[in-house]
Every structure is written in C-alpha cells, then in structure tokens.
C-alpha cells in the first residue's frame, strides 16, 4: 500500500476490500476511524462511520454467500458417489417405505429463509417492491414540474409499476413512497394506498386474488403536515425504513394465504430510485435478505462536477444546498448493496459510475471474466451494470397526419386544444414554426443558453418562434430559489435581446397537454 501511494495510485477503498475485510475488528475501526477524522464535526464523522459500516456488512455478507456455495458444492461433490448408491438400493423399494423427506429439496440444500442465500418467490407469482420517496407521486394527473422534485423520475417509476403488474408472473407491485398530509396539496397524497392497475386488468389466465395488481402504498414518515424537499428527506429515512419492513411484511404473509402456499411470499427485488431511496432499499432488502436493483436517475457526483465547473458555487455552498456528499455517500452503498444497476445509456456507465468508489468499468469486467471462469475474486464485489434506454409512450398518440404529412380531410373536426391558445396569444407573427424547449427551471436543463442562442442569431429569430414549457408556477416569489435564479435569468435575457412577441412561457400546462404542445410544434413545421 505504501509503495501504491508514492506512486500515486493509491485507493482505500480498494485496499479496504482486499487487506481489512478478511479480518476487521469493530473496535478496532471505531478507534482508527475515530483518529483519522478527529478534526471532522461529530454529525460528518457519524454519518461517514455509519455508511462505512454498512460497506463492511454488505462486503462480508457476499463473502459468506461466496463461501457457502463453495461449501455446498464440496459436500454435494463428496456425498454424491453416496447419494447415486442409496438411489440404487432404493429402486425396489416402494413409494411408501421411501423417507418422508425423499422429494423435499429443502433437505438437501437447505432452507433460504434460514441462510445467506436471497430469498425469490415462485417463478410465477412475483411480488415486487418498487421505492421511490420525493415528489408528488399519484396513479392519475401528475403534477409534473409544479417543483424540482415531480418531474421525469415520477412518471418513470409510476409507468415502471404499471408495465411491471402486467408482466406475466407478476403477481403484485408496490411503489413505495411518502404520506403527505400538507395543507396546500391534494388529500389523495395522504391516502395510505392507491391502485394503478386492479386485480381486474390483470392477466385473466392467471389465478388472481384481491390483492394482487399494482399500487401506491404511502408511508407517513418526517413530519406529518410539512413537505419536504429530497435535500431535507435524509434524517428520515431509517424511519420509512422501519415503516416500510412492517408493510412488506404484513403483504407477504397475506399474499402467501392468498396463493396457498403456506408461507409468506418475500419479494423478488427491492427496486430504489435515487440515492435516498437506494439506502432505504439497502437497508430492507438486508434486513429481509432478498435481491436489490437501483436505478440512481441523476448522479451526485456528475452533478457536483457540473456545479463546480460553472464556478457560481463553492463546494461548501453546493454541499449545504443540495447535500451533495450525504447524496454520494449513499449511492456508494446503494452500489455495494445492489445485484443490479440500471441505467439509461453507457456513457451513464463509462463516464458517470465509474467516478465511485464502488465501480470501476476495467476492474468490473475482469471480476465478472473471473467470475464465469470460476476463478477466485477474493472477496471484490461490483454490481451488474443494464443498460435500459428510456422509452415513449405512444398509447395516447393521436394520428391526425397520413404519411405525406397531410392533414386527414376525413377527421371530424374539432376545437384547437386550450393550451395552443395559451401558447400563441405571446407570438407577434404565430405562422412562424416553433422551437420547443420541455424542461424544469433547472440550470442543468441549460435552459439560458439555449435562449442566448435564439438571441444571439438573427436569422434564426426571423425564420422560428421560440416556445419554452417550464413547468408550472403561480408566481416566481413562491418558486424555490434555485428556480426563481432560472426563471429570472431567462426574462432578464429576453429583455436584454428584445425577445418580446418571439418567445412564448406560459405559467400552466396540464400534464395531459404536453401532447397537444407537441402537435402544435408538428402542425406549425
């Protein structure tokens, strides 16, 4: 490690996992833990040694699974020249003479519930605990952009727990989320469960029972009558947790009564989406030893490297806005914890993950070579990266244009949708085609330059109008700081190019008109 050091390639992290984990002692960790960071406030160096434990705990806990399927296998080899002789001197024994335990495969490789071995349910009738824990999470009329916390992420993991209730052999889906019982937003926020797909919808060829489907279970924890920003959800978290453990448990139990099986029915996979939601998935899925994926959405640590290039931030300030190294700490352990890690494109992969600690591309595709070949990887463990691009939902297009792009003379005709109007009452000279811009207030939406660039070119200005759908907003005084800047930014450059009755920004949109705001951008091509 020394020599490592001079050399300048020296990594804790990885040294941890080969030299410390094959023999750590807790006491041992606290105190060197509790020297190095001496200078450290007590909240950082609590919260650092807690998520450094949880490392060590998820390290020798895939170690122990290492070592008892290698242990399993030996006994197997070594009792089978035994096990073929008995087979043997059974055949002329009657079916009845047999032991009762001679068709029972828990006897021969043991009991999952009882070892380190993950608990999975029966093939065809899955149950699947989806996480996600910030925003305005409901079935129907998302509120999407009414903040920064509703946005794409919400949508995604409402139509994921959708498309996964109607898989086959699916036999429920729970997204987990907050009970929000503010004053200001809707009551059905506050209702302890919601059904997206019914028992009804489901596959008619599968035995179904009344729980079985897909739905919002919500889970009061932080303050009742208050909601919470995801930058203010972490000293909550343990608390869903405990809340969360006793909902799957309680599900599990009946689900196994409903099915007939006599025994609770675990959950296949703990699914979290984003950091917060991925230590929570951590956490349940150990405490019920079961699988856990984790899709991180946006990455802390890209989003600290994009804040501290644009340089109007230090890194103190970045961290006391968006808790940025909380965040990064929890998605190291949201990697040590997962099976799988779902993401969106392989630059995601290449160039975002392999920032961690937890990952690195070169090392992770040698571990899984050594894996196949069933070499030792001495206790080093990095999660299976996915790549699953983001999809569109095409269920609710509406074809009005043949394939020439004309409009269909046979169509009823029909009113324009109110939000064209909406849009068109800003444009001096509305014939003009549109440029769309569908984004939140957000600086890494880079929603400012792209207005500077409508700007800046003349030409462009005379050809185009420019159309920005920036969410949803009563006035830009109530809007969180970070938006209002955006906001703000965007009108000031406006004024600043003399953009009045070129740029349209209208305050309200339904999320069922973000359609019609697309067919007015084809219609004015």
């Known amino acids: 490690s020394l020599l490592l050091r001079e050399r300048g390639h020296f990594s804790p992290a990885r040294y941890f996992v080969e030299e410390v984990i094959t023999g750590y002692d807790e006491t041992d960790l606290y105190k060197t833990w509790s020297r190095a960071n001496a200078m450290r406030s007590p909240q950082e160096r609590n919260t650092r040694l807690e998520n450094m434990t949880w490392r060590i705990w998820n390290l020798a806990r895939k170690k122990k699974e290492v070592e008892d399927a290698k242990r399993l296998k030996r006994r197997l080899e070594t009792e089978k020249p035994r096990t073929d002789a008995t087979a043997e001197m059974s ?95 809707d009551r059905g926020y506050g209702e302890p469960s919601e059904t997206l797909v019914p028992t009804s919808f489901k596959n008619l060829k599968q035995e179904r029972g009344e729980n079985s489907g897909a739905y919002i279970t919500r889970i009061p924890f932080g303050p009742k009558d208050k909601y919470l920003a995801k930058e203010h959800l972490w000293p909550y978290v343990q608390e869903f947790v405990d809340g969360a453990l006793s909902h799957i448990v309680h599900m599990s139990k009946i689900i196994g009564e409903e099915i007939g099986c006599g025994h609770p029915m675990w959950p296949a996979v703990i699914h979290g989406h984003y950091a917060s939601a991925g230590v929570a998935a951590a956490l349940i899925s150990g405490a019920l030893n079961v699988h856990m994926v984790f899709t991180g959405h946006f990455l802390g640590k890209d989003k600290l490297e994009g804040l501290l290039k644009q340089g109007r931030q230090t890194r103190e300030e970045i961290n006391m806005t968006y808790k940025i190294m909380r965040r990064i700490e929890a998605e190291e352990l949201s990697l040590d914890a997962s099976e799988i890690v779902i993401a969106s494109t392989r630059q995601e992969i290449e160039e975002q993950w392999n920032l961690y600690d937890g990952f690195e591309v070169m090392l992770a595709r040698k571990l899984r070579a050594r894996v196949k070949r069933g070499a030792n990887c001495y206790g080093r463990y990095m999660p299976r990266m996915v790549i699953i691009p ?136």
């Open 91 to 185: 055949e002329d024994l009657f079916e009845g003479e047999k032991g009762e335990d001679a068709g029972d495969a828990s006897v021969a490789y043991g009991d999952s519930s009882a070892g380190n071995t993950p608990r999975i349910s029966a093939v065809d009738k899955l149950y699947i605990v989806l996480i996600s824990l910030h925003g305005l999470v409901r079935g129907e009329n998302l509120e999407l952009g009414r903040d920064s916390d509703t946005s794409g992420q919400v949508k995604y993991v409402v139509e994921l727990a959708k498309a996964l209730s109607s898989c086959p052999g699916v036999y429920r889906v729970d997204l987990l989320t907050r009970q929000i019982l503010a004053p200001n937003y």
């Open 390 to 525: 983001p999809g569109v939902e095409f269920g609710h297009m509406i074809h009005e244009f043949d394939m020439e792009g004309e409009e269909d003379s046979h169509s009823p005709a029909s009113e324009d949708p109110p939000i064209w109007s909406e849009i068109m009452r800003f444009f001096t000279n509305p014939r003009k085609p549109l440029i769309l811009a569908v984004a939140r207030p957000y600086p890494e939406k880079n929603i400012t330059t792209l207005v500077k660039a409508f700007g800046e070119c003349r030409p462009l200005r005379e050809l185009a109008n420019l159309t920005l759908i920036m969410g949803n907003r009563e006035a830009i005084s109530k809007m969180s700081n970070m938006s209002a800047a955006v906001l703000t930014s965007v009108l000031t450059l406006i004024d600043e190019y003399d953009l009045y009755g070129q740029v349209a920004y209208p305050k309200h949109h339904k999320h069922s008109e973000v359609l019609d705001i697309y067919r007015l951008a084809a219609r004015t091509k």
